[in-house]
């Protein structure tokens, strides 16, 4: 009777505990000067789910992910990651983005550093992993991402989708709970972007919680567990990969989805 | 004893390689210094604090505004007054050192400024603090970017630390001075102390060289074009290296 009471405490603990979102951003507001960038911005993540936001240019997505991770202070509003409130903790932002990867629009790899150099340098100084260990986490991270054999290479001898890879094995390389994508795609050409999207496609397959700003629709299709779609600073509308795509959405966000597919 | 023979004798005297020497020491230290005390104040200037950056303002105004040999002089002469009494040597690398920081901020803020936003972003994303996005990734950029700008600075500082004779340090124009001026064998003197600082010059351009070769094989490949001899003596003349 006991256990069984215990057993149903337990269980009811485990279904909270999957409920508790590992992000949740509540009325979130962004001003650069007189200019509203993000206007009352709300949503949840759940721990191993993808969420892709979508919409046109300006519309504020880039902006939601530097302040997801305290890249830009906010105006308004809460942002709770990990069962921590993270906002207004601008101050020890460095701590918080060590549990949270980024991948930017123009890679942003270090030039002066190797590939491998590049994924070890925040786990051996920031984390303060030992180097050896570092060594083979990258090499095993630059496996995953497919280019094994560029450890030794330097930025400016990869392609633009080889860099991109490495910029993602070197977010992983911090172990992050939560990854960022700001548009990975957009400064490659067409035949780099599937690798860059694969590699993405199959982390959140893994079950990385991950937020991905794109403008690649059959990638949002596929990968994504629910798509948000923003326009003027605001969340127009939040739904399913099957609904969004189905055609039951706000007539805006279908207005965008023709553009972008025509 | 010839022309042709005085001027070797001085040439492969102890007094005048001592000089040189002295000369050599003189401008490494003080471009130490110098490089030093630029790289706080370039970061003083783009400091968060007000205050921090007044007081950067105010060194580079002084230091700036007055002419370098004032400076030495100063040095030299007035600090003794507050009980600050420093050798000949020391005043010289101080004095030169700290002149040379008011030069190499503005050297070392342009190599700052050049690594890009975007690099900065990155290192913090990665949870970095502010001293180490600039200790792993912005400054080892920009000291590849501003080595041939502190190469010309090296020649110049050469050059300059023939000032310090005023002081009394024996530096190689000194020497070749007080050499000449007991016989009056100016020529065969100046000519010796002439070949040494073409030589050290020519040596530092093929460091340089060299140095620069190191870092663009550290990536960042195109940024700085190969430059031939002439290009470099060009470099020197068009006005790079500050009148001070």
Request: glycine share 8%.
């Given at each position: 009777?006991?256990?069984?009471?215990?057993?149903?405490?337990?269980?009811?603990?485990?279904?909270?505990?999957?409920?508790?979102?590992?992000?949740?951003?509540?009325?979130?507001?962004?001003?650069?000067?007189?200019?509203?960038?993000?206007?009352?911005?709300?949503?949840?993540?759940?721990?191993?789910?993808?969420?892709?936001?979508?919409?046109?240019?300006?519309?504020?997505?880039?902006?939601?992910?530097?302040?997801?991770?305290?890249?830009?202070?906010?105006?308004?509003?809460?942002?709770v990651?990990?069962?921590?409130?993270?906002?207004?903790?601008?101050?020890?932002?460095?701590?918080?983005?060590?549990d949270?990867?980024?991948?930017?629009?123009?890679?942003e790899?270090?030039?002066?550093?190797?590939?491998?150099?590049?994924?070890?340098?925040?786990?051996?100084?920031?984390?303060?992993?030992?180097?050896?260990?570092?060594?083979?986490?990258?090499?095993?991270?630059?496996?995953?991402?497919?280019?094994p054999?560029?450890?030794?290479?330097?930025?400016?001898?990869?392609?633009?989708?080889?860099?991109?890879?490495?910029a993602?094995?070197?977010?992983?390389?911090m172990?992050?709970?939560?990854?960022?994508?700001?548009?990975?795609?957009?400064?490659?050409?067409?035949?780099?972007?599937?690798?860059?999207?694969?590699?993405?496609?199959?982390?959140?397959?893994?079950?990385?919680?991950?937020?991905?700003?794109?403008?690649e629709?059959?990638?949002?299709?596929?990968?994504a567990?629910?798509?948000?779609f923003?326009?003027?600073?605001?969340?127009?509308?939040?739904?399913?990969?099957?609904?969004?795509?189905?055609?039951?959405?706000?007539?805006?966000?279908?207005?965008?989805?023709?553009?972008?597919l025509? | 004893?010839t022309?042709?023979?005085?001027?070797?004798?001085y040439?492969?005297?102890?007094?005048?390689?001592?000089?040189?020497?002295?000369?050599?020491?003189?401008?490494?230290?003080?471009?130490?210094?110098?490089?030093?005390?630029g790289?706080?104040?370039?970061?003083?200037?783009?400091?968060?604090?007000?205050?921090?950056?007044?007081?950067?303002?105010?060194?580079?105004?002084?230091?700036?505004?007055t002419?370098?040999?004032?400076?030495?002089?100063?040095?030299?002469?007035?600090?003794?007054?507050?009980?600050?009494?420093?050798?000949?040597?020391?005043?010289?690398?101080?004095a030169?050192?700290?002149?040379?920081?008011?030069?190499?901020?503005?050297?070392?803020?342009?190599?700052?400024?050049?690594?890009?936003?975007?690099?900065?972003?990155?290192?913090?994303?990665?949870?970095?603090?502010?001293?180490?996005?600039?200790?792993?990734?912005?400054?080892p950029?920009?000291?590849?970017?501003?080595?041939?700008?502190?190469?010309?600075?090296f020649?110049?500082?050469l050059?300059?630390?023939?000032?310090?004779?005023?002081?009394?340090?024996?530096?190689?124009?000194?020497?070749?001075?007080?050499?000449?001026?007991?016989?009056?064998?100016?020529?065969e003197?100046?000519?010796?102390?002439?070949?040494?600082?073409?030589?050290?010059?020519t040596?530092?351009m093929?460091?340089?060289?060299?140095?620069?070769?190191?870092?663009?094989?550290?990536?960042?490949?195109?940024?700085?074009?190969?430059?031939?001899?002439?290009?470099?003596?060009i470099?020197?003349?068009?006005?790079?290296?500050?009148?001070?």
């Open positions: 009777m006991i256990e069984e009471s215990m057993a149903m405490i337990d269980s009811n603990a485990q279904q909270q505990a999957a409920a508790v979102p590992l992000l949740s951003i509540a009325g979130l507001r962004k001003s650069y000067g007189a200019v509203e960038v993000l206007r009352d911005v709300s949503f949840d993540l759940c721990k191993g789910k993808t969420v892709v936001v979508i919409g046109p240019s300006g519309s504020g997505k880039s902006t939601l992910l530097r302040c997801i991770n305290l890249l830009e202070p906010i105006d308004e509003g809460t942002i990651f990990d069962r921590q409130k993270i906002s207004g903790t601008d101050a020890h932002g460095h701590h918080v983005r060590i949270i990867g980024m991948v930017f629009q123009n890679f790899l270090f030039p002066h550093l190797t590939a491998i150099e590049n994924i070890m340098l925040a786990p051996v100084e920031v984390r303060k992993v030992p180097k050896a260990q570092a060594r083979d986490t990258a090499l095993a991270l630059l496996e995953k991402v497919h280019i054999d560029k450890a030794d290479a330097f930025p400016d001898e990869l392609s633009g989708g080889q860099q991109q890879r490495v993602i094995a070197r977010a992983l390389a172990n992050p709970k939560l990854m960022l994508y700001d548009e990975p795609t957009s400064a490659l050409d067409p035949e780099m972007i599937k690798e860059v999207l694969d590699v993405i496609l199959e982390l959140s397959n893994e079950g990385m919680t991950s937020v991905v700003v794109t403008h629709m059959s990638f949002a299709r596929r990968a567990d629910e798509i948000v923003m326009d003027g600073g605001r969340v127009i509308e939040r739904a399913s990969s099957e609904r969004f795509f189905g055609g039951e959405v706000h007539p805006r966000a279908q207005k965008f989805i023709q553009t972008i025509h | 004893m022309r042709g023979e005085y001027f070797f004798h040439l492969v005297s102890v007094a005048f390689v001592k000089g040189a020497g002295m000369t050599l020491l003189i401008t490494i230290t003080s471009l130490l210094i110098g490089m030093g005390v790289l706080i104040l370039a970061l003083g200037q783009g400091s968060r604090f007000g205050a921090m950056r007044s007081l950067t303002l105010t060194y580079l105004w002084l230091f700036r505004g002419p370098v040999l004032f400076q030495l002089i100063f040095v030299f002469n007035v600090l003794p007054a507050f009980g600050i009494v420093l050798s000949g040597f020391a005043s010289a690398v101080l030169l050192g700290l002149n040379e920081g008011a030069y190499m901020a503005e050297i070392m803020r342009s190599g700052i400024q050049a690594v890009g936003r975007g690099q900065r972003t990155a290192g913090r994303a990665l949870g970095m603090t502010e001293w180490k996005v600039m200790r792993f990734i912005v400054l950029q920009a000291f590849r970017i501003i080595i041939p700008p502190i190469g010309n600075q020649i110049g500082m050059k300059l630390s023939a000032l310090v004779s005023v002081i009394a340090v024996q530096d190689l124009l000194l020497i070749a001075n007080q050499t000449a001026s007991a016989n009056f064998r100016y020529l003197a100046l000519g010796a102390a002439g070949i040494y600082y073409l030589v050290l010059t040596i530092f093929a460091v340089q060289g060299r140095v620069e070769r190191w870092a663009n094989r550290r990536g960042r490949r195109g940024t700085m074009q190969p430059r031939s001899l002439t290009q470099r003596l470099a020197w003349t068009s006005g790079q290296v500050a009148i001070r």
